[in-house]
């Protein structure tokens, strides 16, 4: 497989994740930050069953900074998933190369303190989590899996996006 195919497999698996971090988002993720109202009992059970099953503090009481990024996620991110969506399923979009830059980054710094506190929080001392979280190794590394590609999926499209000949050409414009 030559390099084209190389592009736009790769393309067709970004477009895969934005589009399918639409629902994700709409109906998981933001029913921290809009009114609970919005969202039918089964939805709202089907969060509190993760939660629970997988001992995930920021979910079972949302901590205000873990409800800042996923503001952000709302305000910013959710308008870009459709667009980035069409852009790497349509293949060849030079112009998402700079947004593209700028969620990678932007998500992989949000990442950074919800691994970070997954990973080494005291979850049975700290107030804020009033004892909830992980209590073994395993359930750390098992939560850490289900944020996981939310980084390592941003940082290949930044390597992508950064190091593609494709997508590092600017293309000169004819002086006049």
Known sequence: MGALGVRRGLEWLLGLYFLSHVPISLLLDLQVVLPRELYPVELRNLLKWYAKEF???????PPAWFKSFLFCELVLQLPFFPVAAYAFFKGGCRWIRTPAIIYSVHTMTTLIPILSTLLFEDFSKA??????????????????SVYAPYFLIPLMLL???LRSPYYKYEEKRKKK
């Open 127 to 144: 107030s804020g989590f009033k004892g909830q979280g992980p209590k073994t190794f395993h359930e750390r590394l098992t939560l850490v």
């Open 55 to 61: 001992r995930d503090p920021l979910l079972q009481e």
């Open 159 to 161: 390597l992508f996006m």
